[in-house]
């Protein structure tokens, strides 16, 4: 019960408020009789005085705390967070603050590269978060920096700068413009007069009209998107600023910000309004906002009320306007694009059909502009990094990756398509600030780039001409070309060799070879020729053996791979068990080995969800690992290919982007196939499978490690998950009813395949089994791969019994694709560096396959996946053909059991950017229903970074001691 | 159109602002649904992030909506305060919705509504500590709405006394001998509070 009875009065409350305030400061011997002489007999006051004293006392931290500390900001508002004198990214040195904008805080910046004053533009975290929207900011950027005017303010890089561990901040650099906005000088001087607007509404429309020819749409032009700087005397230059970089961060639609225009609605045209396919008569409309806004000093104001179609749904101010100006203004501002001006050069010359005078005598302004997109980002995490000074090399506008060091850290290797958007060339440049020198210019992919111990040249895979390597000076000139079909090359400690492998990158596919080749001509040395498998080799320190990935024997990759030390005399052979202790911590390396440098390894491995750079303690002397691993960067991007200088720089590649379903529809018409996205979640979505009847689509989804098998249904549209796992789950495949399962699962590498009714438990097929590819009786048997190397065998979903259907000596075969129509079943051989389509006929009614294997593609080229359409009349594959992993088709005719007519190109993916090559081998997955192709496909980029390990660390500096 | 991002510039918004300052309940009850709506969409924006643990700081959430509402246009410190301490209105409000959601468990009919709150940091046992919370201070401000008002701001916004006492315009001691105060009667209302529940 309440032990109060008479109800809390305004009245009674400010008596208490006084003895409360009275008492509060006595002694508390003293405070009984000071209530109760203030209370004036008052008991239940006097209670309530006692115990709201007690409370005052007893209360402690309570409310202290802000359930939303709101007052930060607004300190922190005072507080730019970068500070005069600041270096970021080793090249950027804050000069100073200069204002805040809408996202984020703009500094005035010396660029030691480019050796001028710049703006700095950071960009906020809740806008540099999310990775779509960077991804997008990327691709503005690099478009925006295509245009060169000088009406256009120059748009330079856009960089992510690591400012201590775990926090990072994006930023754009552009043109520094000193002066103030037409917005600001249209408030503070009012209306422009006409001859002076038309001035700057020339230089304005020129600006506008060089980025439209370039398809490039402002979104966002305004007043205060106008800097007007001095340039002389009374000479004025009007420049656009912030250039297709207007992004919709604040929208409440779901999925991604859009880049439609807001900011400022009262500019934006009505099919802007309406929604984000804009073209460039969106920026006429907002051109025809401004030009009245210079010339009346306020904007037309829109008229609400229903929106006609056609003609102009705007009220113009009452202010005396020339009919020419009317009418201009007024075919700007139509509700449909179509009854603008064809361009806005055309409402140029509709306004000044006449010569006219150059000189726009301005008024004398101050103050330095800053144009409104910009935005800054912490995204803090708590993951260990023991990396010091972490930077951004390459500029998040370019793909970058690969990067290699020379021994004393002073030049860096990378693959990069800086300079030929989705196009991977070799570039070298001296750290720590060098100018990025390109070395190659294929339009094929050049990459895995190795620079000499001295960095005087670099060796390089290419795409090119079926894939080799290839060897360039550091200062350029021809490329030598070093051996066919190699990968990861890596230069010797001396620099007068180098190590390589062929073979496929599947890892789960026996086909690595080994080899070493001295680069005064001699041919190339095969090393252990006993192994089924060996690949990724990296010297030893002192240059006298090869640490490897490989497998000598036994029943499945990767489960048999380990990495050995082999002695480039062929008289040792070692395994290092290296392998097997990572898989113990649940590390698994991710690509090439890194290097090994003094008694450490350094390699990319995943653990769990996230990918880092790790170290191995392996001293060469013992041959076995001691300790356990080191993480040594942050893991919160993708982060590969290490390589580690003398003077501790370690550089390597952060990933970030997503992989996500596409569908491809009507793809035996090649003229005529269509591109979707079918998944778009943020997570990765790894192997599509599409039941036969293209009503269920089954892939993988989660980052890193840690997949579940999602369920879609391609009719409704509905994603539901079917397994929730903690282990690796890939390759699942589906039924018809879209209520069975079949997929693989890893533990420690070691493959098995489980069958699973939806809401039912799994049951365990086999082990050392992998790939279940497809449906033979759906529903209830299944293809799938098992053996060193492998055989293609069914298994029989009720029973458990399986059985080999293919098998060769010496091939690897997968891939398995049987189409009911034809009676046909497809495979894969691999085989040394080739892999190469094969069909043979397969009765249902018989189960085994009769008659010859029919070559579908040829080995002189690299084909997988292997997929019939629905009708059986066609089979679609991946081909490296062209230099790049895009998807062919190929006739086949069910009746003579003989492909017709040539391989066609489906579609290509000759953009590094969105892409399926980029795609793990193992990761990928190609399906088809009908004429309907599912496949993932990469929508990534990545950048070099570089970083100083840690003294504290006790790492021994490394040293190459040839 | 939806109503996010209200079609209005950053001038209407400072316009609003000195109506409120000089006491126009009307721009009062025109800005909150602003404040609410930017809060909501840069809320949402952040749950389409990819990292499923992060958790969004009310912070930052205000401080966002203040620069999308507000930009760079020029605005004294003053409005700022009164913007900030509508936002903490805006705060308690949907801090408390969230709660009484939760303690309902409501099935996510609304999912809407709840994915800013859910995307709030705190704690899941505060549930019942800031419903009973915001009935004391409705009870307190029954008889002393500024009490109120001072706790709403202190501890839904986090103002600074300095601010505190220009909005509400009183001195910046007085502002503080309210909280202690209210914070005091809370205090005991709370604890009163969870122990009657407590008994059978």
């Known amino acids: ?962 | 159109m939806d109503g996010t991002k209200e079609n209005r510039d950053s001038a209407d918004i400072t316009t609003l602002l000195q109506q409120v300052r000089v006491g126009n309940a009307a721009a009062e009850s025109d800005l909150i649904p602003l404040i609410y709506n930017e809060l909501r969409a840069i809320a949402r924006n952040q749950m389409g992030r990819e990292r499923p643990d992060h958790t969004l700081q009310a912070t930052v959430l205000v401080h966002e909506a203040f620069l999308q509402l507000v930009g760079n246009s020029q605005i004294d410190w003053q409005n700022r305060a009164h913007f900030f301490a509508l936002a903490s209105r805006v705060m308690r409000r949907i801090l408390v919705d969230h709660a009484r959601a939760a303690r309902a468990q409501k099935r996510p009919g609304a999912r809407e509504k709840v994915e800013l709150e859910s995307a709030l940091a705190f704690a899941e046992g505060q549930y019942a500590e800031f419903l009973a919370l915001d009935e004391a201070l409705d009870r307190l401000s029954e008889w002393d709405p500024r009490q109120s008002r001072v706790v709403e701001m202190r501890f839904f916004g986090g103002l600074s006394f300095e601010e505190i006492a220009e909005v509400l315009g009183i001195s910046e001691r007085t502002a503080k001998r309210d909280w202690r105060m209210a914070r005091a009667w809370l205090y005991r209302e709370l604890n009163k509070t969870a122990h009657e529940d407590a008994e059978p």
Not at chain 1, 72 to 87: D, F, H, I, M, Q
Not at chain 1, 142 to 162: E, F, M, P, T, W
Not at chain 1, 369 to 378: D, G, K, N, Q
Request: aromatic share 8%.
């Open chain 1, 1 to 962: 019960m309440d032990q109060q009875t008479i109800p809390m009065t305004a009245e009674r409350w400010v008596h208490l408020k006084r003895i409360f305030e009275a008492v509060q400061s006595r002694p508390l011997a003293e405070r009984a009789g000071a209530i109760r002489a203030l209370a004036n007999g008052d008991q239940e006051l006097e209670l309530a005085a006692k115990d709201l004293l007690a409370a005052d006392e007893s209360a402690g931290a309570f409310l202290q705390t802000p359930a939303a500390d709101l007052h930060r900001p607004l300190a922190k508002e005072r507080v730019p967070c970068l500070t005069p004198g600041n270096v970021i990214s080793k090249r950027f040195e804050i000069l100073r603050f200069l204002n805040r904008g809408g996202m984020g805080d703009v500094y005035e910046a010396w660029d030691t590269e480019l050796k001028d004053r710049i703006a700095l533009k950071t960009i906020r975290s809740h806008i540099a978060q999310d990775s779509r929207v960077i991804e997008r900011f990327k691709r503005e950027v690099k478009q925006a920096r295509g245009i060169s005017h000088s009406n256009v303010c120059r748009v330079y890089d856009l960089v992510c700068h690591r400012q201590t561990a775990g926090e990072q901040i994006w930023f754009l650099t552009m043109e520094l413009l000193e002066g103030q906005t037409l917005l600001e000088r249209l408030r503070q001087h009012g209306p422009l007069k006409p001859s002076i607007a038309l001035k700057l509404i020339e230089q304005i429309v020129a600006g506008l009209a060089a980025a439209h020819d370039l398809g490039i749409v402002h979104r966002d032009f305004k007043s205060s998107n106008v800097m007007l700087v001095e340039t002389g005397v009374g000479q004025t230059r009007a420049v656009v600023t912030d250039f297709g970089l207007a992004l919709d961060v604040s929208s409440a639609r779901a999925g991604p910000p859009e880049p439609a225009g807001q900011g400022t609605p009262a500019y934006m045209a009505p099919e802007q309004r309406r929604n984000a396919q804009i073209g460039v008569a969106a920026d006429q409309y907002a051109l025809g906002i401004v030009i009245c806004e210079m010339l009346t000093g306020v904007r037309p104001i829109r008229l609400d009320s229903t929106e006609p179609e056609r003609g102009c749904a705007v009220q113009m101010p009452q202010y005396p306007l020339q009919p020419r100006w009317k009418a201009v203004i007024s075919r700007c501002l139509q509700v449909d694009p179509r009854d603008r001006f064809p361009s806005v050069r055309d409402a140029l010359l509709a306004l000044n059909p006449g010569p006219h005078v150059t000189v726009w005598q301005a008024s004398a302004m101050a103050g330095v502009i800053i144009a409104a997109v910009s935005t800054a980002v912490f995204i803090s995490n708590g993951n260990p990094s023991r990396l010091t000074g972490v930077d951004q090399l390459t500029p998040a506008t370019d793909l970058s990756e690969g990067p290699s060091l020379s021994r004393d850290g002073k030049v860096v290797a990378y693959s990069s398509d800086r300079a030929e958007d989705g196009n991977l060339d070799i570039w070298i440049q001296q750290l720590p600030a060098g100018r990025r020198i390109r070395l190659t210019s294929d339009p094929a992919e050049d990459e895995d780039p190795s620079v000499a111990p001295d960095g005087g040249s670099v060796v390089f895979r290419s795409e090119r001409s079926g894939g080799g390597l290839y060897l360039i000076d550091a200062n350029g000139g021809s490329e030598r070309f070093l051996a066919a079909k190699g990968r990861n090359p890596r230069f010797s400690p001396d620099g007068k060799s180098i190590v390589y492998w062929t073979g496929d990158e599947d890892p789960t596919i026996a086909s690595g070879r080994l080899f070493v080749l001295g680069l005064s001509g001699q041919t190339a040395t095969r090393l252990v020729a006993d192994f089924v498998d060996a690949r990724m080799p990296v010297w030893s320190p002192d240059g006298r053996s090869i640490l490897f990935s490989g497998c000598r024997a036994g029943h499945a990759m990767p489960a048999c791979s380990e990495w050995w030390v082999a002695s480039l005399d062929g008289h040792t052979v070692h395994n290092t068990g290296a392998l097997s202790q990572l898989a113990q911590e649940q590390i698994y390396p991710v690509g090439g080995i890194g290097g090994w440098y003094n008694d450490y390894v350094l390699f990319s491995g995943r653990k769990g969800p996230a990918t880092s750079v790790w170290r191995l303690k392996l001293p060469p002397r013992e041959l076995r690992p001691f300790d356990k691993p080191e993480q040594l960067s942050s893991g919160d991007a993708r982060e590969t290919d290490p390589s580690l200088a003398d003077n501790g720089t370690l550089a390597f590649a952060r990933l970030d982007g997503a992989l996500h379903v596409w569908r491809l529809s009507h793809v035996t018409d090649p003229a005529n196939v269509l591109a979707s996205r079918v998944t778009e979640d943020a997570a990765i979505d790894l192997y599509p499978y599409v039941s036969p009847n293209g009503r269920w689509l089954a892939f993988s989804r989660g980052p890193g490690d840690y997949r579940d098998i999602w369920v879609k249904d391609l009719q409704s549209g509905i994603e539901s998950k079917f397994l929730s796992s903690t282990l690796p789950t890939l390759s699942p495949i589906i039924d018809g009813s879209g209520e069975m399962v079949v997929f693989e699962e890893r533990a420690t590498n070691v493959p098995s395949i489980f069958a699973m009714r939806r809401n039912a438990p799994a049951k365990k097929l086999c082990t050392g089994c992998s790939d279940p590819t497809g449906w033979f009786d759906e529903g209830r048997t299944v293809f799938y791969r098992e053996g060193l190397p492998s055989e293609i065998k069914l298994a029989d979903l009720k029973t458990g019994k399986t059985h080999t259907v293919l098998a060769q000596s010496g091939a690897s075969l997968g891939e398995a694709n049987w189409s009911p129509a034809n009676q046909h079943l497809l495979f894969t051989v691999s085989k040394g560096e080739s892999k190469q389509v094969f069909a043979v006929r397969l009765p249902k009614s018989t189960g085994s396959v009769a008659g010859k294997w029919i070559p579908i593609t040829s080995s002189s080229e690299w084909s997988d996946r292997p997929r019939w359409s629905g009708d059986g009349k066609y089979i679609f594959y991946l081909s490296t053909r062209d230099g790049f992993s895009c998807l062919w088709g190929q006739k086949f005719d069910p009746d003579t059991g003989e492909i017709s007519g040539s391989p066609f190109a489906v579609k290509h993916y000759h953009n590094v950017r969105t892409s399926v090559g980029i795609i793990t081998r193992r990761s990928f997955n190609l399906s088809v229903a009908g004429d309907a192709v599912y496949l993932n496909v990469g929508e990534e980029s990545s950048t070099v970074w570089t970083g100083s390990l840690n003294r504290q660390m006790e790492l021994p500096v490394p040293t190459w001691r040839p």
